[in-house]
């Protein structure tokens, strides 16, 4: 196998990756619950919680807790550069 049919191999399997986190993400609002958002950036027991009303908020788990957090809600702005940065389409229930 060459370079470049690995590299179009992988693009292939994180597109695929990529459709199925975003069909789980709609899953999740259309039933009414939140979906998770992490990232890199964020401290390990951080995380986003998106909620079916469009709002999102940073939110981290305590060890040894079942219940998130909330740290702060995100402003519409920082809501809306979030989901621009991870290509999430506004939920529409």
Sequence with gaps: MTLLSTMKSLNA?????NAAVQELRLQKLRNGY?????CKELESIQCYLEYPDGKIFLVF???????????????LAEAKRLR?????RNFQP
Excluded at 34 to 38: G, L, Q, R, S
Excluded at 61 to 69: E, M, N, Q, V
Excluded at 84 to 88: G, K, M, Q, V
């Design 13 to 17: 399997i994180e597109k695929i990756g």
């Design 61 to 75: 788990l305590k060890k040894g807790a079942r219940d998130f957090t909330v740290i702060r809600p995100l402003s």
């Design 84 to 88: 621009n940065r991870y290509r999430l």
């Design 34 to 38: 939140p979906f998770m958002i992490n």
